[in-house]
Nanobody, 116 residues
Framework: QLQLVESGGGLVQPGGSLRLSCAVS????????IGWFRQAPGKNREFVAY????????HYADSVKGRFTISRDNAKNTVYLQMNSLKFEDTAVYYC?????????WGQGTQVTVSS
């Protein structure tokens, strides 16, 4: 059974940085495209970024483009989301999921709070 576990969330000031990790177990990460999503209080879950199984293709939501970077280390079965220049509106629970388009497998989420 494929399992995803997010980590790396926390409290950060505006303009700060965090790196989230999505550790995959139960299968090799080699063949999975991984997506990051987030859900802010009172809002629907929204797409943030994805990375193809090879790492050769990435895509970002307009709201994070230029600030967030998704990457993967298949040897460590882990996908990362580097978040820079964080804004108040980035506050949310962040989830990783696979495979597209249905995204049947989800992690439990990690809280990111941007506050001064």
């Amino acid at each position: 059974q494929l399992q995803l576990v997010e980590s790396g969330g926390g409290l950060v000031q505006p303009g700060g940085s965090l790196r989230l990790s999505c550790a995959v177990s139960g299968a090799s990460l080699d063949y999975y495209t991984i997506g990051w999503f987030r859900q802010a209080p009172g809002k629907n879950r929204e797409f943030v970024a994805y990375i193809s199984w090879s790492g050769g293709s990435t895509h970002y939501a307009d709201s994070v483009k230029g600030r967030f970077t998704i990457s993967r280390d298949n040897a460590k079965n882990t996908v990362y989301l580097q978040m820079n220049s964080l804004k108040f509106e980035d506050t949310a629970v962040y989830y990783c999921a696979t495979p597209p388009p249905e995204y049947l497998y989800w992690g439990q989420g990690t809280q990111v709070t941007v506050s001064s």
